[in-house]
Every structure is written in C-alpha cells, then in structure tokens.
C-alpha cells in the first residue's frame, strides 16, 4: 500500500465517523419543552377537572335521589381532593425534571 491510499482510507474511515458521531447525537428537545405558563395551566385545568366532575356526578347523583345538594357537596369536596393531589403530583414530576437537568449539567461540568 502507499502513502497516499492510507491518507485516502484514513480520511474515508474519519468522515464515516464523523457521520455516526453526528447520528447519535441527542436531538434537540423543542417539541418537549414545555414553558412555566404551559405547566401553570395545565395545573389549573387538572384542577378546575376535579372540581368539574365533581359537580357533575354529585349533581347527577342529588338529582337521580331528589335529595338537597347533600351529594353535590360532598363531590365537590372530593374533587377538589383529587384535583389537588393530581397538581401536587404534576408539581413533583417537573421538580424530578428539572434535578435531572441540573444534575446533568453539574455531571457535564465536572467530566
């Protein structure tokens, strides 16, 4: 072999490399990014949910029993319940996210 054909095949073998380093490279994540408004309303509309279907079957309930707003009530309350834990729980998982993030960055830094 001679000296040019090994500079030929080393400079093939190094585009082919820098080919499959580019393939594996993360994508950027703009479809995933969600803003701070975003996670706010989705907060609010899991809340005003609960509340919603809370209504819905206590009224359906007081009206199937023509009874007082006894079950109304009390649905509300539980979805006012649910609402909450469902918010506190979306609350959790972008608070994971967002130690992952940093973590990550803190990981990056140090290597």
């Given at each position: 072999m001679?000296?040019?054909?090994q500079k030929q095949r080393m400079a093939q073998l190094e585009a082919?490399?820098?080919e499959a380093r580019k393939a594996q490279?993360?994508?950027?994540?703009?479809d995933e990014h969600y803003s701070l408004?975003?996670?706010a309303w989705r907060m609010v509309i899991e809340l005003v949910a609960g509340l919603g279907i809370g209504f819905g079957i206590g009224y359906g309930l007081d009206?199937?029993?023509g009874t007082l707003p006894?079950?109304?009530?009390?649905?509300i309350m539980l979805g006012l319940a649910a609402g909450v834990k469902t918010m506190l729980r979306t609350a959790q998982e972008i608070q994971n996210e967002k130690l992952a993030e940093e973590a990550d960055k803190n990981a990056q830094d140090r290597g």
């Open positions: 001679t000296d040019d054909d082919k490399l820098a490279e993360p994508k950027p994540r703009v408004a975003n996670q009206h199937l029993f006894i079950f109304m009530v009390l649905f």
